[in-house]
């Protein structure tokens, strides 16, 4: 059964730092990409930062320079180093890992999701 277990969430001041974590198992085929996506009160969910198994990285402009994404292809984790963080940052945060399913022998790229860690800074 694959699952993504997120840790990480909490509480911080503006300008403070949060780190979370994505723990990946049970998955039968390779992790093409991780990334981590985030949903605020009464808004969408939106693309936070992503980052491929090769290490290629992609960022929401609105993190660019202020979050890290990383990721550990042999323990299957990603991270997400959050620093100099606003009140604008406060929302859930998803985890996500892109794999592969077989329907009628045709390999298709899934999404699966975290639980959801709950980031709020305050003012």
């Known amino acids: 059964q694959a699952k993504l277990v997120e840790s990480g969430a909490g509480l911080v001041h503006t300008g403070g730092s949060l780190r979370l974590s994505c723990a990946a198992s049970?998955?039968?085929?390779?992790?093409?990409?991780m990334g981590w996506y985030r949903q605020a009160p009464g808004s969408q969910r939106e693309l936070v930062a992503t980052?491929?198994?090769?290490?290629?990285?992609n960022y929401a402009d609105s993190v660019k320079g202020r979050f890290t994404i990383s990721r550990d292809n042999a323990k299957n984790t990603a991270s997400l180093q959050m620093d100099i963080l606003k009140p604008e940052d406060t929302a859930v945060y998803y985890c996500?890992?892109?794999?592969?399913?077989?329907?009628?022998?045709?390999?298709?790229?899934?999404?699966?999701w975290g639980q959801g860690s709950q980031v709020t800074v305050s003012s």
């Open positions: 996500n890992a892109k794999s592969y399913i077989y329907d009628s022998t045709v390999p298709i790229l899934v999404d699966y």
């Open positions: 049970g998955f039968r085929f390779n992790i093409v990409a």
């Open positions: 980052i491929s198994s090769g290490g290629s990285t």
